[in-house]
């Protein structure tokens, strides 16, 4: 048995779940969103309440299916209610950010600036040195995040870079701290 597939996600008021075509749509205060079912899972709703199931609950493939999609579910009834948000912070001695449009201008090192488009479903604001970004697609924000953060890692001499603000970065002695410890 899944323990996250046969827990029961509740529909909160102003939110609505369907199931139409091997598709779910959760429509919401925050937006819409739709994900493709596997044909293995099938989604019942009943009495503003959500259950998946799966036919063969022995099979390991079904039964992570199961946990999976539950969760997915889960992510979307509260992305259209509360949103997500990642918080990523640039730091470095002349690196910065800017929003330009609707585009993200990261001045991070490059001998040009990096232009990043972002997409429709994802908000970004940028203060100081803090990038924020908002969505109610918790698996596109998550993209979005990540391919802002490659744009330049974090290293681990002088911790310049793009990092998330709830991340840490395991710092290593230089050169000359490996000389006078030797």
Same mark, same amino acid.
């Given at each position: 048995?899944?323990?996250?597939?046969?827990?029961?996600?509740?529909?909160?008021?102003? #939110?609505?779940?369907?199931?139409?075509?091997?598709? =779910?749509? /959760?429509?919401?205060?925050?937006?819409? +969103? %739709? @994900?493709? *079912?596997?044909?293995?899972?099938? #989604?019942?709703?009943?009495?503003?309440?959500?259950? =998946?199931? /799966?036919?063969?609950?022995?099979?390991? +493939? %079904? @039964?992570? *299916?199961?946990?999976?999609?539950?969760?997915?579910?889960?992510?979307?009834?509260?992305? =259209?209610?509360?949103?997500?948000?990642?918080?990523?912070?640039?730091?470095?001695?002349?690196?910065?950010?800017?929003?330009?449009?609707?585009?993200?201008?990261?001045? =991070?090192?490059?001998?040009?600036?990096?232009?990043?488009?972002?997409?429709?479903?994802?908000?970004?604001?940028?203060?100081?040195?803090?990038?924020?970004?908002?969505?109610?697609?918790?698996?596109?924000?998550?993209?979005?995040?990540?391919?802002?953060?490659?744009?330049?890692?974090?290293?681990?001499?002088?911790?310049?870079?793009?990092?998330?603000?709830?991340?840490?970065?395991?710092?290593?002695?230089?050169?000359?701290?490996?000389?006078?410890?030797?």
């Amino acid at each position: 048995m899944s323990r996250i597939g046969k827990q029961i996600i509740a529909i909160p008021s102003g #939110v609505e779940v369907s199931v139409k075509e091997g598709k =779910v749509f /959760v429509k919401g205060p925050k937006g819409q +969103l %739709e @994900r493709e *079912l596997h044909k293995l899972v099938t #989604v019942n709703i009943t009495d503003n309440k959500v259950t =998946v199931d /799966v036919v063969n609950k022995e099979s390991k +493939l %079904e @039964r992570s *299916l199961w946990g999976t999609f539950a969760a997915h579910i889960k992510n979307m009834v509260l992305g =259209v209610t509360k949103g997500f948000k990642k918080q990523l912070e640039i730091n470095g001695v002349g690196y910065k950010a800017a929003m330009q449009g609707k585009d993200l201008k990261l001045d =991070v090192g490059y001998s040009n600036p990096v232009i990043y488009k972002i997409p429709e479903k994802v908000t970004a604001s940028v203060e100081k040195n803090m990038i924020s970004l908002e969505s109610a697609d918790k698996e596109l924000l998550g993209k979005v995040a990540s391919e802002i953060r490659v744009i330049r890692k974090p290293e681990p001499y002088k911790g310049k870079g793009i990092k998330y603000v709830e991340e840490t970065i395991r710092r290593k002695a230089g050169k000359s701290a490996a000389k006078a410890a030797a």
